[in-house]
């Protein structure tokens, strides 16, 4: 009897614990605001290091993370220009893909800017005590549609800049022609589009679970204080 008073007075004392009003730093517990900083900070650390990377010349080819290979339909392309000699232009039509990704991304920074100031109190709790990448994931939520939006038109554009429409096009025309192939002919910019997508928030669940899993990695106090709680 005695245990189950004791359990149940556990229980109404949590409640209440749960209720109290959060101080704005140190005191009792650490405030929804300092929360929505600290993890606004964290996902502003990953746009600034790991998203920066990614628009440098190579950002993405030269990462094995993210690099762009090609989609899966282009792969025997791929694999007969080889075959029959023509690596050097197998190897050129990879990497003005990749080039296409790294021009889109500089597109980026101000769409997440916008995404992460609108966290909400209630929006930080649930991602600070979520898994290593929910934040990225929150991210995903917000930012996926409009930065598809901003990436297709611009990878096109580069496509055009760097002669990848020329290359590609001269590429498909030479696997086409030869005997014993099916014909191709892929959405390369869409393709590209995902992949760069799928690259950014890559990077940014790099950082977030550096973050997380490395005390190391908390840079400023906020971000100490608020990494705490999950730990």
Same mark, same amino acid.
Request: hydrophobic share 40%; charged share 25%; aromatic share 6%.
């Given at each position: 009897m005695?245990?189950?008073?004791?359990?149940?007075s556990?229980?109404?004392?949590?409640?209440v614990v749960? @209720?109290?009003?959060? /101080?704005?730093?140190g005191?009792?517990g650490?405030?929804?605001?300092?929360?929505?900083?600290?993890?606004?900070?964290a996902l502003? @650390?990953g746009?600034?290091?790991q998203?920066?990377?990614?628009?440098q010349?190579?950002g993405?080819y030269?990462n094995?993370?993210v690099?762009?290979?090609?989609?899966?339909? *282009?792969?025997?392309?791929d694999?007969?220009?080889?075959?029959?000699g023509?690596? !050097? *232009?197998?190897d050129e039509?990879?990497k003005i893909?990749?080039?296409?990704?790294e021009?889109?991304? !500089?597109?980026?920074?101000p769409i997440?800017?916008?995404a992460?100031?609108?966290i909400?109190?209630t929006?930080?709790r649930?991602i600070?005590?979520? /898994?290593d990448?929910?934040?990225t994931?929150? *991210?995903?939520?917000k930012?996926n549609?409009a930065?598809?939006a !901003?990436?297709?038109?611009?990878?096109n554009?580069?496509? /055009?800049?760097?002669?990848?429409d020329? #290359?590609?096009?001269?590429i498909?025309?030479?696997y086409?022609?030869l005997?014993l192939t099916?014909?191709?002919n892929? @959405?390369?910019?869409d393709y590209v589009?995902?992949?760069?997508? !799928?690259g950014v928030y890559?990077m #940014?669940?790099?950082?977030e679970k550096? #973050?997380?899993?490395?005390?190391?990695?908390?840079t400023s106090? *906020?971000l100490?204080r608020?990494f705490?709680?999950q730990d």
């Amino acid at each position: 009897m005695f245990t189950v008073l004791l359990l149940s007075s556990c229980a109404e004392l949590q409640q209440v614990v749960n @209720n109290l009003p959060q /101080s704005t730093g140190g005191g009792f517990g650490i405030s929804n605001i300092d929360i929505a900083n600290g993890l606004r900070q964290a996902l502003d @650390n990953g746009i600034d290091k790991q998203v920066t990377k990614l628009t440098q010349r190579d950002g993405f080819y030269r990462n094995q993370l993210v690099k762009i290979l090609l989609p899966q339909e *282009l792969r025997k392309v791929d694999k007969t220009l080889r075959d029959i000699g023509l690596s !050097k *232009l197998a190897d050129e039509g990879l990497k003005i893909l990749n080039r296409a990704a790294e021009d889109a991304v !500089k597109e980026a920074t101000p769409i997440f800017v916008s995404a992460v100031k609108q966290i909400t109190f209630t929006d930080a709790r649930q991602i600070l005590l979520g /898994s290593d990448n929910s934040a990225t994931q929150y *991210l995903n939520t917000k930012t996926n549609r409009a930065l598809y939006a !901003k990436f297709n038109p611009v990878i096109n554009r580069s496509f /055009s800049k760097v002669g990848a429409d020329r #290359i590609w096009s001269n590429i498909i025309k030479k696997y086409n022609a030869l005997p014993l192939t099916n014909n191709v002919n892929p @959405n390369l910019t869409d393709y590209v589009t995902q992949q760069a997508l !799928k690259g950014v928030y890559k990077m #940014i669940a790099v950082e977030e679970k550096q #973050i997380r899993t490395k005390i190391s990695s908390r840079t400023s106090d *906020l971000l100490r204080r608020v990494f705490a709680l999950q730990d």
